[in-house]
Structure formats: structure tokens, C-alpha cells
């Protein structure tokens, strides 16, 4: 069965500081992965997807199959970063998430 | 731009009582899935329906039941409620099955909560 493991519950960094959410899955198929957010009091969103190869809000992650792992970076946080991050496997037609990970940019 | 809309945005029920949720998808889309989140607990997949029939089916109890109507809105019934049903509930919607014509994005609705005493 898939799953999608994402280790950390909570991540504060300063304002400017590197960021790197964990993700690892586990999948016989080929994967296809996704990051989604939800900023607070906001709808849970799609930040990027690694089909993609692509940078948002300058985020990346890159898909290592050998790790089985989808972590996402961005080198100088902000403080509207701060949300809830969500590692996400597709499956055929559905996705299967991760518990997120709480990131908190303090200036 | 248009949403997915969720209606109630909150319920509360009683143990064996039932519940309905209703989600309005964005115009155009066909697919419409519905997930469950407990507290501090990831989204679970429960359902989904692309153009009006099941093409996907989760962790959903045999308690519950949805549809997806003419309009391609969707229903999700819940009955005999049980206090683990208490959860955020996620409606979304893609255009198209995702993994098929689908660019593979969800487009969610801001949720139901639903408390059940």
C-alpha cells in the first residue's frame, strides 16, 4: 500500500533561513507527488507538483527515487510562508497525504 | 474566480442521528472527491464520482453514502453517527479524472466540520 510519511509534526525558522520539509513515501508504481498548503483560514491549495519541475514562491522538490523522497526547500523563508504543508502521492485517481508538517517563519 | 463551495460549514449532531454535506464543485469541473480529516490526523480519501458515477472509493464506513447529481454537485450521507465521525470533512474537484485528463490538481473547498456529541 502507499504512503506518505512526513516526519515532522512542526518546523520554526527565522525569517531568512533555508527551509527544507521532509517527505518520504512509499510506492510500488511510479510516483507521481505533490505539495500542497494551507495558509490559515485558507482553503488547502496546490503549491507544486513534481511533474512539473518548477518553482513556486521559491519553493522546489525534486524527486529522488532512490531515497523515496519529495522534499521540499526554499533558501530564505518569509514570513507569509508560514502554514500548513502537505506531502501528497497520487494513486490512479486519488491522493493519499501526509499528516503536514506546521511551518512557522518568525521575523 | 468561483470555488468549490461546502455547505453546512458547520454541523453538530448527536450519536445516531444522521447528516448530509453538500459540495458545490468550481463550473466545468466533473469530478468532485471527498475527504475526511480528524484532528491533527492527514486528510483520508473517502469517495469520489466523475461525471455522475463512483470511480474511486477510500476508507468511507458503509454508514455513509454519497452521489453526484445531474449538476455534478455532490451529496455525502452520513447515518447512525458515531463520535469518531467527528472530522473536517473536504470536498474538491479537478476537471477531469485525475491521472487521466486531469493536470493532476485538486481544487478544494474550504470544508465542513462536523461534531458529533
Known amino acids: 500500500a502507499q504512503r506518505v510519511t512526513q516526519p515532522e509534526k512542526l518546523l520554526s525558522v527565522f525569517k531568512g533561513a533555508p527551509v527544507e520539509l521532509k517527505c518520504n513515501y512509499s510506492y510500488s508504481g511510479s510516483p507521481e507527488l505533490f505539495w500542497y498548503v494551507q495558509y490559515s483560514r485558507q482553503r488547502l491549495q496546490l503549491l507544486l507538483r513534481?511533474?512539473s519541475r518548477e518553482s513556486i514562491k521559491g519553493f522546489t522538490a525534486d524527486l529522488n527515487k532512490g531515497e523515496t523522497s519529495f522534499h521540499l526547500k526554499k533558501p530564505f523563508a518569509q514570513e507569509e510562508d508560514s502554514a500548513m504543508y502537505y506531502c501528497?502521492?497520487?494513486?490512479?485517481?486519488?491522493?493519499?497525504f501526509g499528516k503536514g508538517t506546521m511551518l512557522l517563519v518568525s521575523p | 474566480a468561483a470555488g468549490v463551495i461546502q455547505s453546512p460549514r458547520h454541523l453538530i449532531k448527536e450519536k445516531r442521528e444522521t447528516a448530509t454535506l453538500k459540495c458545490y464543485p468550481i463550473?466545468?469541473?466533473?469530478?468532485v472527491y471527498w475527504y475526511q480529516q480528524g484532528p491533527g490526523q492527514d486528510p483520508q480519501f473517502l469517495i469520489s464520482?466523475?461525471?455522475?458515477?463512483?470511480?474511486d472509493k477510500g476508507s468511507i464506513p458503509d454508514r455513509f453514502s454519497a452521489q453526484q447529481f445531474s449538476d455534478y454537485h455532490s451529496e455525502l450521507n452520513m447515518s447512525s453517527l458515531e463520535l469518531g465521525d467527528s472530522a473536517l470533512y473536504f470536498c474538491a474537484s479537478s476537471l477531469g479524472l485525475m491521472g487521466t485528463t486531469s493536470t493532476g490538481e485538486l481544487f478544494f473547498g474550504e470544508g465542513s466540520r462536523l461534531t458529533v456529541l
Open positions: 513534481h511533474i
Open positions: 463550473p466545468r469541473h466533473d469530478t
Open positions: 501528497a502521492l497520487r494513486r490512479y485517481s486519488t491522493l493519499t
Open positions: 464520482f466523475y461525471e455522475k458515477m463512483q470511480s
